[in-house]
Structures are given as structure tokens and as C-alpha cells.
């Protein structure tokens, strides 16, 4: 059994630039390539506030769905993490509560 590595579902698959209902826009450029040499791997697990049952059908609608093992609505047990909006603690609480202050996602910087 392969580990799991979890990835959120806004900004990491799609090109993200805030809510817009249930338009989950197009995938992001690289994704399928990334999918494809992380499920060598890895079990590919992903997580979002959204209705899961939208999201496999975006999957499966842009060849997406055979990389991935489960989309859920719950953070599963993985190795790690991949978001969007993920701060890396570092067991240093004021430098994580500075990130927070000052934090922007890479769609908002642009």
C-alpha cells in the first residue's frame, strides 16, 4: 500500500481565484503531469469544502479521475499536505502568527 499524500481542491487543481459557486473552473496548467508522476508513488486523496460528488465528475470530466484513490470533505491521515492556503508550522508560534497576519495566496499576489 502506497502512502497518502492529501491535496485541497481550489488552486491546486483548478485556476482558482475565489468562490464563484458551484463553477469549478478549468484545470490548472501542469496538473495532469503532477497527478500522474505523484500517483507513482502515492495514494492521491483530495479534500474540500465542496460537494465531492461535483468534483468527481470535474475529475472524471478532464481525465483526471483515474489518478485519484477518494474525494472527501474530511483530512484524511497522509504524509502530507498540499494547499493553496497552508501555512507550514514550524513549532515557532509568533513567525506562524506573523505568516497568518501577512498571508496571501499565490492567485491573490498576482
Known sequence: MKPVICLDFDGVFNNYKGYDGDNLGSP????????????????????????????????????????????????????????DRGINFDGDYEKTLEQIKQFKTYWEEK
Open 28 to 83: 490548472r496548467e501542469g496538473i495532469r503531469e503532477f497527478l500522474e508522476t505523484l500517483s507513482k508513488d502515492y495514494t492521491i486523496e483530495v479534500c474540500s469544502v465542496r460537494r465531492y460528488s461535483k468534483i468527481i465528475i470535474w475529475l472524471d470530466k478532464h481525465d483526471l479521475l483515474k489518478y485519484v484513490a477518494n474525494v472527501t470533505g474530511y483530512k484524511p491521515a497522509a504524509v502530507c499536505y498540499v494547499d
